[in-house]
């Protein structure tokens, strides 16, 4: 688990594989963002698959864009990535947190 720290409307890269490394070609990744005070089973506020992997195949890659960062309000976040196997039924998840500041100069 990672802490992440942007400010509203930042873009922030997304990467993520299996540990060890498996080829990603048989995997669907799905990402969503989730305010932290509602608890990782709240409402998801931005989801998406990420549709990328690396040249070798073995990490998903994608980013949370500018205009969905822009909309959360300044506070603490869980991102969170469901990895899910569509050969073997293997399910994985990776749950990072992010910190968004209030764009703009203080």
Do not use: F
Request: contains cysteine; aromatic residues 6%; hydrophobic residues 40%.
């Amino acid at each position: 688990m990672s802490l992440i720290t942007i400010k509203q409307g930042m873009s922030v890269a997304l990467k993520y594989g299996t540990d060890p490394t498996q080829d990603m070609t048989t995997w669907v990744c799905k990402v969503v963002v989730k305010a932290r005070s509602a608890g990782k089973s709240g409402a998801s506020l931005i989801s998406k698959t990420l549709a990328a992997r690396t040249v070798d195949d073995l990490y998903w890659v994608g980013a949370l864009t500018p205009a969905e960062t822009v909309a959360l309000a300044p506070g603490r976040y869980w991102v969170m990535a469901e990895l899910d196997n569509t050969g073997t039924s293997e399910n994985l998840e990776i749950h990072d947190q992010m910190e968004v500041d209030l764009q703009g100069v203080v």
